[in-house]
Each structure stands twice: as C-alpha cells, then as structure tokens.
C-alpha cells in the first residue's frame, strides 16, 4: 500500500541562528561555526511521510555529521531555537534524534540490547516497504554529479556502501504507524531502511521532522519524493539511465534541454 500524504516541501522559518535557507526555503546552509544548525519540517509529517534530504556542502576541520529525528515540539512555540539536537532539543522531551551512522540505532522490540540487522531489499527493486508503506526508491538514493566517473560512484550509492554521511547522499526520517496507537521511527539511507530507531513514539500530537546540519555538515537540500505510481517524466528517466554507459552520454541524446537536465542531476 502507497502513503497517500502531500510532499515535504519546505524547511520551516523558525531555525538555528546560523542556518541561513533560500529563497525556496528547500537548502538548508549553516553559515559559520558548527553549531546552531537546526532545521525543522514546515508542516507536522503524515505517518509514512519520508521527509528526505541530500547533503550538497560538507566543511572540513570539525568532528561529527548529520542528525535527523522527529519532534513532538511546534517550532513556532520554541522560545529559542537551542543549539544542538543532542542534548539540548532531545532534553526537552517528546524528540527523538540521532546521529547519522550505518549501523547503530536500531532498537529490539522490547527494549534492551540492539537488533541485529534486518534483510535489506535488493538494491534494484523500485519500492522500499516499511510496514504498510510503500515508498518509491529512485528518489531515495544519491546520485554523483554528473562526470566521467559518476556512472562507477553511481552504483556506490545504489549499493549504499560509501559512507552514511558522504557528499550526495540522502537521508530520510520518517515514522510508522503500529497497531498499539504508537508509532516506530525509521530512518532511511540512500534508499536503505537502517531498522527502527526508535519505538513507541507517541502520536496525540503532530511530529515534526528534525534536521540538525551539523559540525562537517555544511549544507542540505529537501528531495521531494512521489509516493504511488512514478511520474511519467521519472519513467522516462529510469528507461534512460539504464540504457547508457553514464550520464555524460545524455548530452549527446536528441532529448529537450529540460528532459536531458532530470536525467543528468536528478
């Protein structure tokens, strides 16, 4: 079954005072320092909504990356937007966050000890299912800019081997309804469900997404994902992209401009 719910399309005004947004309020930049990062969704997510972002910039020089979770906290009641996501939003309860790695994070059912892996669908299916929700993985995974090579670190980021927080790749939180009236946590990586992190999240009132851009995380961007049947424009993508060596090789396709473009970057 496909979540019926509206795209994530914005980060919301409210935001850590060194994050400066475009003008689309889609890119996300901490302007200085390595602190001060946070971001949130604009509107409360729907259970199964993924509110997915790629990382564009990364800054050398500092210890720590990427945090993302989900927050029972309007930020329009935050007085002053705090500083980290761990400790300081985490601290005031009904939030959940987590640093962004491969392959901790996971919680047993019942508490306890941290659950081994779970099978990971095969790279080349076009749908991740998580519980009920069916979520189409093109858009989950990370794409290289477009280069002599970007067909090789392409296939990286499909098998999802590089690492969690590299250049290009994308991060998704998302949660999922259970039948106690709770909600389980999940967060994706390029197009890989790393198991729940976090369960039993109350849901009487609306979650929004976290997105700390932290510490070697300079900038992101929000990846709008289309849930149900994919977009004739994507389909055409797909057939593209599997018939070509690399994405070099679009440019000297008889396509328009704009068609050439979405293949290429998106």
Same mark, same amino acid.
């Given at each position: 079954m496909a979540a019926q719910c509206r795209l994530a399309t914005s980060f919301h005004h409210v935001h850590g005072a060194n994050v400066q947004l475009d003008a689309s309020r889609m890119?996300?930049?901490?302007? @200085?320092?390595? #602190?001060?990062?946070? !971001?949130?969704?604009? *509107? &409360?997510?729907?259970?199964?909504?993924?509110?997915?972002?790629e990382i564009e910039e990364k800054e050398k020089g500092w210890?720590?990356?990427?945090?993302v979770g989900l927050t029972a906290h309007d930020p329009q009641s935050l007085e002053v937007v705090p500083e980290y996501s761990l400790p300081d939003l985490v601290n005031l309860g009904d939030t959940w966050v987590f640093?962004?790695?491969?392959?901790?994070?996971?919680?047993?059912?019942?508490?306890?000890? @941290?659950?081994? #892996?779970?099978?990971? !669908?095969?790279?080349? *299916? &076009?749908?991740?299912?998580?519980?009920?929700?069916?979520?189409?993985?093109?858009?989950?995974?990370?794409?290289?800019?477009?280069?002599?090579?970007?067909?090789?670190?392409?296939?990286?980021?499909?098998?999802?081997?590089?690492?969690?927080?590299?250049?290009?790749?994308?991060?998704?939180?998302?949660?999922?309804?259970?039948?106690?009236g709770?909600?389980?946590?999940?967060?994706?990586?390029?197009?890989q469900d790393?198991?729940?992190?976090?369960?039993?999240?109350?849901t009487a009132r609306p979650l929004y997404a976290v997105v700390d851009v932290f510490a070697s995380t300079k900038s992101v961007r929000i990846i709008p994902v289309e849930?149900?049947?994919?977009?004739?424009?994507?389909?055409?993508?797909?057939?593209?992209?599997?018939?070509?060596?690399?994405r070099l090789a679009i440019d000297g396709l008889d396509l328009p401009p704009p068609l050439k473009n979405f293949c290429k970057h998106e």
């Open positions: 890119r996300a930049t901490r302007v @200085e320092s390595f #602190a001060n990062g946070l !971001c949130f969704s604009q *509107e &409360p997510l729907a259970p199964g909504q993924i509110f997915l972002v210890c720590g990356h990427l945090r640093a962004i790695t491969r392959s901790h994070n996971r919680v047993a059912p019942d508490g306890g000890e @941290e659950a081994p #892996a779970r099978a990971q !669908c095969p790279p080349w *299916e &076009p749908f991740l299912l998580i519980e009920q929700v069916r979520i189409p993985r093109d858009a989950l995974v990370g794409r290289s800019r477009p280069g002599r090579y970007s067909h090789i670190l392409d296939e990286l980021y499909r098998a999802n081997v590089l690492p969690a927080t590299a250049r290009r790749s994308r991060i998704g939180v998302l949660y999922a309804l259970q039948p106690d709770t909600a389980d946590m999940h967060i994706i990586i390029n197009g790393m198991g729940p992190s976090a369960r039993r999240l109350p849930y149900g049947l994919p977009s004739l424009q994507t389909l055409c993508r797909l057939v593209i992209q599997k018939h070509i060596i690399h």
